[in-house]
């Protein structure tokens, strides 16, 4: 009738979201997120982090990846406001926190350890630093909280409509529940997990390996496929190896993640030469055929890369001579 508002109606199992993955251990897969799921984290992240009616959430993230793209469906579903920045820049990021004028804010560790790095002292009215994407470095999460600046790592993933866990180590979010399964494979199930990608078992099989402790808290430790995840992007090591094996000059090439106080991992490259090559050569040769975060941060001339008798790579083995 007129003069009434509009009301939407919608099915809770209807598709709300198509998004892809990664893709970076396999062909990128795209993941539907009903609007069932999009309510259920919301709800969950609200009773983690708490919704107040003034609440403006800071999100200088890519609206492609779930952590950026869930800001605002969270905030629309919540009645709360965004601050949104078309990309992260440190100063910018800095002076909006300082000038006390978002609640809270999204964030991987890498832009945090750029704050750092700008100056950042404080943040006066904010509750929370939701940080994920990644391992936060202990020296990094202790300057947040010598600083006064509250920051809570997340965990989660596009499978569950971004975080499921908070803290460290981490609680589950309200209605998540979690297992430990064969290979110390991190589980889930709720409201919030994308229906195709829940196993016949009736669990999302993350590809993560943690465990529980006696309060039921999650501890992340690493990643099955041995991905790389700097500046809260993932990396396959073996797509970085095969780019720098089609360079004329290089007769073999191990990729790995070394710890990094900014990205978290850094992509360093171990080669074994032809020919003399220089790692500016071939950084602007990978630039070519990999997205920016997949060059390698450094690169290590070696005389032999180490291998097992059946020719494996010997990953964990790689360290600059």
Request: no cysteine; aromatic share 2%; hydrophobic share 50%.
């Given at each position: 009738a007129e003069g009434e508002p509009l009301r939407a109606t919608f099915e809770p199992e209807a598709v709300h979201t198509l998004i892809r993955t990664s893709g970076t251990t396999g062909a990128a897969?795209?993941?539907?997120?009903?609007?069932?799921?999009?309510?259920?984290?919301?709800?969950?992240?609200?009773?983690?982090?708490?919704?107040e009616p003034g609440d403006r959430w800071l999100c200088p993230l890519p609206l492609?990846?779930?952590?950026?793209?869930?800001?605002?469906?969270?905030?629309?579903i919540n009645r709360t406001t965004v601050v949104l920045h078309r990309r992260f820049e440190a100063e910018r990021v800095r002076a909006t926190l300082e000038a006390g004028e978002v609640t809270l804010a999204s964030l991987v560790p890498t832009m945090l350890a750029r704050l750092r790095a700008a100056g950042l002292r404080r943040a006066p009215g904010l509750r929370a630093i939701a940080l994920g994407g990644g391992p936060a470095p202990a020296d990094l999460l202790g300057w947040a909280a010598e600083t006064g600046i509250p920051v809570v790592p997340v965990y989660g993933m596009t499978e569950t409509c971004s975080q499921i866990v908070a803290g460290i180590p981490g609680r589950p979010l309200a209605g998540v529940e979690l297992a430990i399964g064969a290979d110390d494979e991190i589980l889930v199930r709720g409201a919030m997990v994308a229906r195709g990608a829940v196993a016949a078992d009736g669990w999302l099989h993350t590809g993560d390996i943690g465990r529980l402790d006696e309060d039921g808290r999650l501890h992340v430790l690493g990643r099955l496929k041995e991905l790389i995840?700097?500046?809260?992007?993932?990396?396959?090591?073996?797509?970085?190896?095969?780019?720098?094996?089609?360079?004329?000059a290089v007769v073999d090439a191990g990729v790995a993640g070394l710890p990094d106080p900014e990205w978290g991992e850094a992509v360093t490259a171990f080669v074994?030469?032809?020919e003399p090559a220089g790692a500016d050569e071939l950084q602007a040769w990978c630039r070519e055929r990999l997205a920016a975060f997949k060059v390698p941060k450094a690169l290590h001339e070696v005389e032999l890369l180490p291998r097992n008798t059946g020719g494996k790579l010997l990953r964990d083995r790689l360290a600059p001579p």
């Open positions: 897969k795209a993941i539907e997120l009903t609007y069932a799921n999009h309510a259920a984290s919301a709800l969950a992240s609200a009773g983690a982090l708490g919704t492609h990846h779930v952590g950026g793209l869930n800001v605002l469906i969270r905030s629309a995840v700097t500046g809260g992007e993932n990396v396959a090591p073996l797509e970085v190896e095969q780019a720098l094996l089609a360079h004329p074994v030469l032809r």
